[in-house]
């Protein structure tokens, strides 16, 4: 080497060493000034030594350092949310950190973590000072964080009345709601106070949100009389309905607040009807959220001295028809028939569905919620056949309004199914036998629950493939899946008679013609019968999986769906056939695998990993099957031509040519 080139090569391995030295003396500056920031109290500074490296290094590197992060959040942001002026006045000043520069915080209250600026930080934090020193710095006044709220919506839910005043005066923007459409009175309906501030300065008392509730909603819900009484005194619309048709007189019978329902009474004139109506929807929730029956009772004598009171008894309206899933039972109509129901708190709590269903209709939530809580008391007291009732009617209700991809009817059929295989399971065991119930669950409620999951299952499927994908809903289309391939099981194992296999033969076979894959792998159903990673989880079991019986891989299940015309080589997204998938060795069972073969299952075709189901099987110890009886002489050929990478396109018939690419990884 000459002595240029060997001159170049020192100065740039002196220059490497020199930007090595460099970049960790900023990173040391950097974690100095991170740390002195977190251990900060409000009143304390920077010390001398770090302001003063700091201070020598040039403006560019210097706003560089302030812009770290750690735990995503900057110098800047950790000053901020710990209440101290000074450092959050030296880093803007002299640093010049981004005011606007997001962090990460987490609301104490309900444990939340928003992406939000410093002064929404301190905003929430209740630092006053830091947020004067921020507005008076710049910071821009009305900044979202990553819900759409900005720092005084923000400030109000927190109840900081001095800097939401501070806020206000300094021109943030009083009306902006969030994305839900949230605005600051919303917000600030625990506060009397803050309330009037707002209304004072031009809040609009009937915004509503993404809902449609307003303030006063949201004040009846919380049992606020005195923000509600403030609210009505401004010009709250007592007769605003929510998306739910749920206006204030509804809210307060719904939420049990007595206090804001006697008020109401009081101060708007209603009709004798709905007067009557709102003491029944009152009791209603006495007896089903506060277990209180005397209080129910004396509503509902109430709400019928009221129907009574004018020259015409009120009649009550709709009509609703007798419901299997009610016990066929009607409403009270007199005193003795109410003194009857009151002396059985079932009976009780069957007439406040009634009312529930009368005065809201089948598809209010509240009604919903209702049928499958008061489902899961039932099913607490082993009445098995009465929660499935309830759960059955609130399944079949939610599909009709929403469909089988929204997640409360996912969650419906989750727990109708877990149920169901819950009751089967212990039926087979004799220590179970004394606490469930004799037929249960029958082969016709199985059978109902499968034809309501798959009416529109082949639309639904097409939904959501549709762009944007809807992450949510393609996970409840899976689950919906998995819980069809469950009640193929369960409606296998309740079928008493002939009539009932023809009609479960049918209702797959059409199943399985629409050809519906699950979104997330793109799995048919017979890979999901064979696989144990198939199970059914539901927020009102306890999913200890040691206490639940394994169905899948299942025999019974696999035959049926090839029966009714199952693809036997259909592949799923990883390019896996049903026979990969069995073949593995927490799926491996004998019968299955055979079952596979016999209905023409490939041995030798790969997938995307080259992983072929004649491999797993002769691998796995416990293997029997003759594998080498299921290898055909053509797919032999096929295995031979792509290993050794012969080509084969344009030389062989059309037909050979696909047979072969099927052996492709």
């Given at each position: 080497?000459?002595?240029?080139?060997?001159n170049?090569?020192q100065?740039?391995?002196s220059t490497?060493?020199k930007?090595?030295?460099?970049?960790r003396t900023?990173e040391?500056?950097g974690?100095?000034l991170?740390?002195e920031c977190k251990?900060?109290?409000e009143?304390?500074r920077?010390?001398k030594g770090?302001?003063?490296r700091?201070?020598?290094?040039?403006r560019?590197?210097?706003k560089?350092v302030?812009?770290?992060?750690?735990?995503?959040?900057?110098?800047l942001?950790?000053?901020?949310?710990?209440?101290?002026v000074e450092?959050t006045?030296?880093?803007?000043?002299v640093?010049?950190?981004n005011?606007e520069q997001?962090?990460l915080?987490?609301?104490p209250?309900?444990?939340?973590?928003?992406?939000?600026?410093?002064?929404?930080?301190?905003c929430?934090?209740?630092?006053?000072?830091?947020?004067?020193?921020?507005v008076?710095?710049g910071?821009?006044?009305n900044?979202?964080?990553?819900t759409?709220?900005t720092?005084?919506r923000?400030?109000c839910?927190?109840?900081?009345i001095d800097?939401?005043?501070f806020?206000?005066?300094h021109?943030?923007?009083?009306?902006k709601p969030?994305?839900n459409g949230?605005?600051?009175?919303?917000?600030s309906?625990?506060s009397?106070?803050l309330c009037?501030?707002?209304i004072?300065?031009?809040?609009?008392?009937?915004?509503?949100d993404?809902?449609?509730?307003?303030a006063?909603?949201?004040?009846?819900?919380?049992?606020r009389?005195?923000?509600a009484q403030?609210?009505?005194?401004?010009?709250?619309?007592?007769?605003?309905?929510s998306?739910?048709g749920?206006d204030?007189?509804?809210?307060?019978?719904l939420?049990g607040?007595?206090h804001?329902?006697d008020?109401?009474?009081?101060?708007?004139?209603?009709?004798a009807e709905?007067?009557?109506?709102?003491?029944e929807l009152?009791?209603s929730t006495?007896?089903?959220d506060?277990?209180?029956?005397r209080?129910?009772?004396?509503?509902w004598r109430?709400?019928h001295?009221?129907r009574?009171r004018?020259?015409e008894?009120i009649?009550k309206r709709?009509?609703?028809?007798p419901r299997?899933?009610?016990g066929y039972?009607a409403?009270?109509s007199?005193?003795s028939?109410?003194?009857?129901?009151?002396?059985?708190?079932?009976a009780?709590?069957?007439q406040?569905?009634?009312i529930?269903?009368?005065i809201?209709?089948?598809g209010h939530?509240?009604?919903?919620?209702?049928l499958?809580?008061?489902g899961?008391?039932?099913?607490?007291a082993?009445?098995?056949?009465?929660?499935i009732?309830?759960w059955?009617?609130?399944?079949?209700?939610?599909?009709q309004?929403y469909s089988i991809?929204?997640?409360?009817t996912?969650?419906t059929?989750?727990?109708?199914?877990?149920?169901?295989?819950?009751?089967?399971?212990?039926?087979?065991?004799?220590v179970?036998?004394?606490f469930?119930?004799?037929g249960v669950?029958r082969?016709?409620d199985v059978?109902?629950?499968?034809s309501?999951?798959?009416?529109?299952i082949?639309?639904?499927r097409?939904?959501i493939?549709?762009?944007p994908?809807?992450?949510k809903?393609q996970?409840?289309f899976?689950?919906?899946?998995?819980c069809l391939?469950?009640l193929i099981?369960l409606v296998l194992?309740?079928a008493?008679?002939?009539?009932d296999r023809?009609?479960?033969?049918?209702?797959v076979h059409?199943?399985?013609q629409?050809?519906?894959?699950s979104?997330?792998?793109?799995?048919?159903?017979?890979?999901?019968?064979?696989?144990?990673?198939?199970?059914?989880?539901?927020g009102?079991f306890?999913?200890?999986t040691t206490?639940?019986?394994v169905?899948f891989?299942?025999?019974s299940v696999?035959?049926?769906l090839?029966?009714?015309?199952?693809?036997v080589?259909?592949?799923n997204?990883?390019?896996?056939p049903?026979?990969l998938?069995a073949a593995m060795p927490?799926?491996?069972?004998?019968?299955?695998?055979?079952?596979?073969l016999e209905?023409?299952?490939?041995?030798?075709?790969?997938?995307?990993?080259d992983?072929?189901?004649?491999?797993?099987?002769?691998d796995?110890?416990?293997n029997?099957?003759?594998?080498v009886?299921?290898?055909p002489l053509?797919?032999?050929?096929?295995t031979?031509i792509?290993?050794?990478?012969?080509?084969?396109?344009?030389q062989i018939?059309r037909t050979?040519?696909e047979?072969?690419?099927?052996h492709e990884p």
């Amino acid at each position: 080497m000459g002595k240029y080139s060997t001159n170049a090569a020192q100065s740039a391995a002196s220059t490497s060493t020199k930007q090595g030295n460099q970049h960790r003396t900023l990173e040391q500056i950097g974690n100095e000034l991170i740390r002195e920031c977190k251990i900060c109290t409000e009143n304390t500074r920077l010390s001398k030594g770090l302001r003063e490296r700091l201070e020598r290094l040039p403006r560019k590197v210097r706003k560089e350092v302030v812009r770290r992060t750690h735990d995503g959040c900057s110098p800047l942001f950790i000053a901020c949310r710990r209440g101290n002026v000074e450092i959050t006045e030296y880093l803007i000043k002299v640093c010049e950190a981004n005011t606007e520069q997001k962090g990460l915080y987490e609301v104490p209250e309900d444990r939340s973590v928003h992406c939000v600026t410093p002064l929404w930080c301190a905003c929430v934090s209740g630092k006053l000072p830091v947020v004067k020193c921020l507005v008076l710095l710049g910071s821009n006044i009305n900044a979202l964080s990553d819900t759409g709220s900005t720092p005084l919506r923000s400030a109000c839910f927190m109840t900081h009345i001095d800097i939401v005043q501070f806020l206000v005066e300094h021109g943030a923007d009083i009306k902006k709601p969030n994305y839900n459409g949230g605005t600051c009175l919303i917000n600030s309906v625990q506060s009397v106070t803050l309330c009037t501030y707002l209304i004072s300065k031009g809040a609009d008392v009937n915004a509503r949100d993404i809902q449609d509730k307003t303030a006063l909603h949201y004040a009846i819900q919380e049992h606020r009389l005195e923000t509600a009484q403030l609210l009505l005194e401004h010009g709250a619309d007592p007769f605003a309905k929510s998306r739910y048709g749920d206006d204030a007189l509804q809210t307060a019978c719904l939420k049990g607040a007595y206090h804001i329902f006697d008020f109401l009474k009081k101060r708007i004139n209603y009709s004798a009807e709905r007067l009557a109506d709102a003491h029944e929807l009152f009791g209603s929730t006495l007896i089903d959220d506060l277990n209180v029956t005397r209080g129910a009772v004396l509503h509902w004598r109430l709400a019928h001295q009221i129907r009574l009171r004018g020259p015409e008894y009120i009649c009550k309206r709709p009509t609703i028809e007798p419901r299997p899933a009610y016990g066929y039972a009607a409403e009270f109509s007199t005193i003795s028939e109410l003194d009857n129901i009151a002396a059985d708190v079932d009976a009780m709590r069957v007439q406040s569905l009634l009312i529930y269903e009368r005065i809201l209709g089948i598809g209010h939530k509240d009604t919903l919620f209702r049928l499958m809580f008061r489902g899961a008391s039932y099913a607490d007291a082993h009445r098995f056949q009465r929660c499935i009732d309830l759960w059955l009617l609130a399944l079949q209700v939610r599909v009709q309004k929403y469909s089988i991809l929204y997640s409360d009817t996912c969650l419906t059929a989750q727990a109708l199914v877990r149920l169901m295989l819950d009751l089967i399971d212990q039926c087979e065991e004799p220590v179970g036998l004394a606490f469930v119930e004799e037929g249960v669950p029958r082969f016709e409620d199985v059978y109902a629950v499968f034809s309501i999951l798959t009416a529109n299952i082949a639309e639904a499927r097409q939904l959501i493939s549709i762009r944007p994908v809807h992450r949510k809903q393609q996970e409840n289309f899976d689950r919906v899946m998995k819980c069809l391939t469950h009640l193929i099981f369960l409606v296998l194992a309740t079928a008493k008679t002939s009539s009932d296999r023809e009609l479960i033969y049918r209702a797959v076979h059409a199943l399985v013609q629409s050809n519906i894959r699950s979104a997330s792998n793109n799995d048919t159903l017979l890979h999901l019968s064979v696989s144990r990673l198939n199970v059914i989880k539901s927020g009102y079991f306890t999913d200890d999986t040691t206490t639940t019986k394994v169905v899948f891989p299942n025999l019974s299940v696999a035959k049926l769906l090839l029966d009714c015309g199952a693809d036997v080589n259909a592949k799923n997204e990883c390019k896996s056939p049903p026979l990969l998938v069995a073949a593995m060795p927490y799926n491996y069972d004998r019968d299955i695998i055979y079952t596979l073969l016999e209905h023409g299952a490939h041995l030798d075709e790969p997938n995307r990993l080259d992983d072929r189901p004649l491999n797993l099987i002769r691998d796995n110890p416990i293997n029997d099957i003759p594998t080498v009886s299921y290898l055909p002489l053509k797919c032999l050929c096929s295995t031979v031509i792509v290993r050794f990478g012969i080509p084969y396109r344009n030389q062989i018939p059309r037909t050979l040519e696909e047979f072969v690419k099927r052996h492709e990884p």
